[in-house]
Nanobody, 115 residues
């Protein structure tokens, strides 16, 4: 079993920054993929960014150049630095861990960007 816990959400004005963290614990294979997804009001859950154990990253076009994903493999912790935030970034942000054939989700953390 794997436990996934996000933190760092909050309210910020447009143009501001936030840093999200995701801590994973439990039975995690050394080769795994961690990622951030988000779900805005009335919208589907969409990919924000992913990062492999080896550091390979992938970003949604809407966040390229503004968001940076990183991780600390020793701590099974992942981060999302969000800069130049826009009102359309408002959503619940979820951490996702893929290990082996299993996928685990955190409970989500709210990010609200005011205009």
């Amino acid at each position: 079993q794997v436990q996934v816990v996000e933190s760092g959400g909050g309210l910020v004005q447009a143009g501001g920054s936030l840093r999200l963290s995701c801590a994973a614990s439990g039975s995690i294979f050394s080769g795994n993929i961690m990622g951030w997804y988000r779900q805005g009001p009335g919208k589907q859950r969409d990919l924000v960014a992913t990062i492999t154990t080896g550091g390979r990253t992938n970003y949604a076009d809407s966040v390229k150049g503004r968001f940076t994903i990183s991780r600390d493999n020793a701590k099974n912790t992942m981060y999302l630095q969000m800069n130049d935030l826009k009102p359309e970034d408002t959503a619940v942000y979820y951490c996702n861990v893929i290990t082996g054939s299993l996928r685990y989700w955190g409970q989500g953390t709210q990010v609200t960007v005011s205009s």
